[in-house]
């Protein structure tokens, strides 16, 4: 069982930057992939970055130059900086994982972007 807990999300303006936290409760972080996702209301959760074990990393279009995934394996988390945050970047964003075929997510934390 593998317990994501995510942290940092809050109310930016337009231009603002935020840092995202996900601490994972896992014993194999270092070997698993991490990723980001979101959701915004009324949409489907959408993927937005992913680091993986070799600290490879892949951003969706829409945040690349803006956000940057990176990972820390001593404190098993994994981090997501967004800079230039724009309105349609306000979404509930989630950390994600999957060890020995099972998927595990975390509750999410809500990001604001509005003037």
């Known amino acids: 069982q593998v317990q994501l807990v995510e942290s940092g999300g809050g109310l930016v303006q337009p231009g603002g930057s935020l840092r995202l936290s996900c601490v994972s409760s896992?014993?194999?972080?270092?070997?698993?992939?991490m990723a980001w996702y979101r959701q915004s209301p009324g949409k489907q959760r959408e993927l937005v970055a992913t680091?993986?074990?070799?600290?490879?990393?892949f951003y969706v279009d829409s945040v690349k130059g803006r956000f940057t995934i990176t990972r820390d394996n001593a404190k098993k988390s994994v981090d997501l900086q967004m800079n230039s945050l724009k309105t349609e970047d306000t979404a509930v964003y989630y950390c994600?994982?999957?060890?020995?075929?099972?998927?595990?997510w975390g509750k999410g934390t809500l990001v604001t972007v509005s003037s």
């Open positions: 994600h994982t999957s060890s020995l075929g099972i998927d595990y």
């Open positions: 896992g014993t194999s972080f270092s070997v698993n992939a």
């Open positions: 680091i993986s074990s070799g600290y490879n990393t």
